[in-house]
């Protein structure tokens, strides 16, 4: 499905190091999201968009930025990488009209050495 | 702070058998959703349940909620070894909005 996808699919930075995750989706989907994956702590919520140059924190926006000037992008940059912000993360949209499914993309595997 | 929690954390049964998993969450839900992650892999939704529907059903899957309790429940019949995965129920962290949390899912491993 090649609806939302996202770039790189694996990273690895240092410390300090600015990095940006891309997700880019084919929908037109007003909703997108940003959520990290941690063992024992399940999927997070780190920032979500209801359209663009609409944004809004989640569960863990610290250290994460996040802009959408087009609806087909959702940038996630972190300014000055930090170990433990080592984690998979995943882009999901929605459409949000007659519908409320999350739809994800398949992930970005990222590093901080 | 997680909104959902799913019970157990893991999962262990032969084909054929059922599977349940369990999932409770904190606030006032308009609806409430289950999804499933292969290894690796982004989320896939299974089922919605909205708030005001006890039970659901599509295919081999039943899922409950009792919004008095502030929890679901799904059910995978005659499991398969494809079912092997993990499993997430979603819920919105403020209600009436889009933005959905999950909790820390079930592993669910199906012996062949």
């Known amino acids: 499905d090649a609806g939302i996808t996202q770039s790189p699919r694996y990273k690895i930075t240092e410390t300090g190091r600015q990095v940006t995750l891309m997700c880019h989706q084919t929908?037109?989907?007003?909703?997108m999201f940003w959520y990290r994956q941690d063992l024992g702590h399940g999927l997070r919520l780190i920032y979500y968009?209801?359209?663009?140059?609409?944004?809004d924190k989640g569960e863990v926006p610290d250290g994460y930025v996040v802009s959408r000037s087009k609806t087909e992008n959702f940038p996630l940059t972190l300014e000055s990488a930090t170990r433990s912000q080592t984690s998979v993360y995943f882009c999901a949209s929605i459409a949000a009209w007659g519908s409320s499914n999350l739809h994800f993309g398949n992930g970005t595997r990222l590093t901080v050495t | 702070s997680q909104q959902g929690e799913e019970d157990p954390q893991a999962l262990s049964i032969q084909e054929g058998e059922n599977a349940t998993m369990n999932c409770s969450y904190k606030?006032?839900?308009?609806?409430l959703q289950w999804y499933r992650q292969n290894s690796g892999r982004g989320l896939v939704h299974l089922i919605l349940?909205?708030?005001?529907?006890r039970e659901k059903h599509s295919g081999r899957l039943r899922v409950t909620l009792d919004t008095s309790k502030k929890s679901s429940s799904l059910l995978i019949t005659a499991s398969r070894a494809a079912d092997t995965a993990s499993y997430f129920c979603?819920?919105?962290?403020?209600?009436?909005?889009?933005?959905?949390?999950f909790g820390t899912g079930t592993r669910l491993k199906v012996l062949a």
């Open positions: 349940i909205r708030s005001n529907e």
């Open positions: 606030t006032s839900i308009n609806n």
């Open positions: 929908w037109s989907h007003s909703y």
């Open positions: 968009s209801a359209a663009a140059d609409i944004t």
């Open positions: 979603a819920t919105a962290l403020t209600s009436g909005t889009y933005k959905y949390i």
